[in-house]
């Protein structure tokens, strides 16, 4: 079970890190290109880094409820989806105003 769960996360991080740099690189140029691409590193091992300290935490504050922790990093996911729907629209809405196709 962990290693068909391993697989699907595989599949949807490479598939998301290919859409970030798409978008990076339609937003920035030049240097400031290598500089959105390093702040974007950074916030995502931010991101891993937070998890693995708070997760543990809201497990011990109630009273090892592994259930509620996962649901919450869920939350965030379902979150961090609509946002990334979010700036796709916006993205098309740009598109559309500059007259080019995305």
Known sequence: MMLIGRFIFGLGGETQFVC???IISQWFRGKELAFA???NLSFSRLGSVLAGIIEPRIVDAHDGN???ALWIGFSFCVISWFCGVGI???EMYAD????TKA
């Open 66 to 68: 592994l259930g509620l």
């Open 96 to 99: 559309k105003i500059d007259g």
């Open 20 to 22: 970030k740099s798409a």
């Open 88 to 90: 796709v629209c916006c």
């Open 37 to 39: 691409f390093g702040v």
